[in-house]
């Protein structure tokens, strides 16, 4: 992990901790939901307040709109289950799994990318505690001891 991937991690987290958590805490509704990438939109998520829930890396393609995205249909692999009708993360606009983009866009190990984004019951705040901890304390040369 190099110091664009864990700015990128720590800058997820600050995004889950501020606004997800203030707009889950405004309307109510849960905000994070590590069981799927999204859920109550149409294609890729709106804004905070549309009321959908995401896992984190829902979330990360608003933090990061240039390199991630949502698509809610992967036609290649429609026939094969109803569930590949559901929101799908892309990278660069090539369709990949949340461990593939943990490990490519984040840096993480593909243990870590498990961690981070694999499906769980977790709260805003565990799911936070979980993504600094994979992004560690600040190497020397940022400031760190």
Not at 95 to 109: L, Q, W
Request: charged share 30%; with cysteine; proline share 6%.
């Amino acid at each position: 992990m190099n110091k664009v991937h864990r700015r990128r991690i720590l800058k997820l987290a600050a995004y889950l901790a501020g606004p997800v958590k203030r707009a889950a805490k405004r309307s109510g509704r849960r905000k994070l939901n590590m069981e799927e990438y999204a859920s109550s939109c149409e294609i890729g998520l709106k804004p905070i307040q549309c009321g959908t829930s995401a896992c984190a890396l829902g979330w990360a393609t608003l933090v990061f709109p240039r390199s991630l995205s949502l698509n809610y249909f992967d036609p290649e692999r429609a026939h094969e289950d109803e569930a590949f009708k559901a929101a799908w993360p892309y990278l660069n606009g090539e369709r990949m799994d949340f461990s593939e983009i943990g490990e490519a866009f984040f840096g993480m190990d593909s243990w870590q990318a498990e961690k981070a984004f694999g499906p769980t019951r977790r709260t805003i705040d565990q799911e936070v505690t979980v993504l600094r901890k994979i992004a560690g304390p600040p190497p020397a040369d940022e400031g760190g001891v």
